[in-house]
């Protein structure tokens, strides 16, 4: 009798205990499943092209995080590896878990609204850290800390936000490559992203060789390399911070590798099966120079006299035979009262973040740009025929919108203005500085101005249109160009102004459409006719887009 009394105990605490663990999932899963499918097209861009093979999918389109799958792979190998070889013990700290737990949530909440999907992706982050500290205590956070840290690496930053970074060090890597290059013989020369060799031979150092894919995966690699080292303290730290220039130097060796076999084979050999071997061997370059770096800082202290005491990496913590229910204990620290109510919040918190992310229209809408603008243009007097020019697959993936227009508009007897907006209902990602694309690009921008363009006529009156100008110098060609950027109701020459306006009217339910309105047209032969022609072009058109845009 008594031991059928003891069976349904154990059952019934087994069935709560499954029953608390697994609508702690659900909920979790249900709270952050949209963001991490907005995450998973972040690490492959390419993934809305279903007309593409499956693994091109996954190769194509430029992503810096195309590692993200295996930071969270590598966090729950590292979490299972510490419950089964450390000693964690199980002494809630309520009130602390109950407070991140409750932040985490409402940061998350407050980005569903705002549609910032990388801050929801850190709540995530929070959010596990408050139920550990709620379930299973201070201590066992102390343990946990590095593989929950370490999910920050798989957290797409929104790309313009680091485009800089990615700019210079796409420069410093080609710089140090071609100079090494020249150094071991190959005669090279570098123009923007372009490297020239001899036999009318050239490369572009594409986006994915710049060192910034790198540089973000070697952080990861190098936390990672930090964590198990026998260096300890400051010196970790450092070694952790090596990673940047470890990354710079391991690209410009690449680039060495690839400039070499352009010049002795082909260009075809370089960017093909070699480029994509190199990519993996940049990690087993890095590798040794992490080692050595280790090497290095532990035999100079050895050499100076304070030699670095190595001690283990988990020495005073590890399991003994006392700890061989630890597993059992912490699955059944979710089962109590806390661990019931705090699958029910998060639950609740799962659907708040349903709701908020249901009421966001999707940013692959229909082109209402095309329909806002006739393709002929009455532009000071004189009639401009547009003729569209389809953007490709890998620049919309990069846009994360379809809705644009680009189009060549020519008038007689006058030079061409190229014309380009792009615009979405909803979407701040969907617009990125000219700047960088056209430094990028090769080109050397020579002039930049902030100026006002007088009587645009918009759906509220004459408005003064803020814009900025650039001149642009590319080989023995002048450009010139003019955009602005559309932010709800209003116009700005900032992209900062622009996001944080979006981002302030998604909050408000007001307008949060956006766009970046840009014509160009050659300038060689007058600078202020090219101007002049921007100018009175720009009017025309912001004032057709101003009307019939929302």
């Not at 701040?428 to 990028?440: A, M, N, S, V, W």
């Not at 014509?519 to 100018?535: I, M, N, Y």
């Amino acid at each position: 009798m008594n031991d059928t009394v003891s069976d349904r105990h154990v059952g019934a605490r087994g069935w709560r205990t499954g029953a608390a663990w697994g609508l702690l999932a659900v909920g979790l899963i249900a709270a952050f499943a949209h963001n991490f499918w907005e995450m998973w097209h972040r690490w492959f861009p390419a993934w809305r092209n279903r007309r593409w093979s499956l693994y091109d999918r996954f190769v194509e389109g430029e992503s810096y995080y195309t590692h993200g799958p295996l930071v969270l792979v590598v966090s729950l190998l590292i979490v299972i590896l510490l419950i089964r070889h450390t000693r964690i013990p199980a002494r809630p700290s309520r009130r602390a878990g109950w407070i991140v737990l409750g932040l985490g949530l409402l940061v998350h909440l407050a980005s569903c609204l705002a549609r910032i999907n990388f801050i929801s992706c850190f709540a995530f982050i929070g959010v596990l850290a408050g139920l550990i500290l709620l379930l299973w205590g201070t201590a066992a956070l102390r343990r946990l800390w590095f593989p929950l840290a370490f999910l920050a690496f798989m957290v797409p930053l929104p790309e313009v936000s680091i485009a800089q970074l990615n700019f210079r060090l796409k420069m410093i890597a080609a710089n140090w490559g071609v100079a090494l290059a020249n150094a071991a013989g190959v005669i090279t020369e570098r123009s923007g992203n372009r490297v020239f060799l001899q036999g009318e031979k050239s490369l572009v150092i594409a986006n994915i060789c710049n060192g910034l894919r790198t540089l973000i995966s070697l952080l990861a690699f190098g936390a990672l390399y930090a964590y198990v080292c026998r260096l300890r303290g400051l010196w970790r730290i450092g070694l952790f911070a090596m990673s940047v220039p470890v990354a710079v130097v391991s690209n410009s060796l690449r680039i060495v590798a690839l400039i070499v076999v352009a010049d002795v084979w082909t260009v075809e050999a370089a960017t093909g099966a070699f480029h994509d071997a190199s990519g993996l061997m940049i990690f087993v370059l890095a590798f040794g120079l992490m080692f050595g770096l280790e090497r290095l800082v532990l035999g100079v202290r050895r050499l100076v006299g304070v030699p670095a005491k190595v001690v283990p990496l988990f020495d005073g913590v590890l399991r003994t035979d006392a700890d061989a229910s630890q597993w059992p204990r912490l699955v059944r620290a979710g089962a109590g009262r806390a661990g019931g109510v705090a699958a029910v919040v998060v639950c609740l918190g799962a659907g708040g973040a349903w709701w908020l992310n249901r009421s966001v229209p999707t940013a692959w809408n229909e082109q209402m740009a095309a329909k806002a603008l006739p393709k002929s243009l009455k532009v000071d007097g004189q009639v401009w025929r547009g003729f569209d020019r389809p953007l490709d697959a890998r620049t919309l993936t990069v846009l994360e919108t379809s809705d644009y227009v680009n189009r060549q508009y020519v008038g007689v007897g006058a030079e061409a203005v190229d014309f380009c907006v792009i615009f979405s209902q909803d979407n701040r990602k969907g617009t990125h500085p000219p700047d960088l694309c056209l430094e990028g690009g090769g080109q050397d921008i020579i002039g930049k101005n902030d100026v006002r363009i007088p009587g645009v006529v918009g759906r509220r009156g004459p408005i003064s249109l803020p814009c900025r100008e650039l001149i642009v110098q590319s080989r023995h060609r002048l450009q010139h160009y003019l955009y602005t950027y559309k932010c709800g109701d209003t116009y700005t020459r900032s992209f900062w102004r622009q996001q944080f306006v979006i981002f302030t009217n998604g909050l408000l339910n007001r307008n949060a459409a956006g766009a970046l309105i840009r014509v160009s047209t050659p300038a060689t032969g007058d600078l202020e006719a090219a101007r002049q022609r921007s100018r009175a072009f720009l009017r025309v058109v912001v004032s057709h887009l101003d009307r019939n845009l929302p």
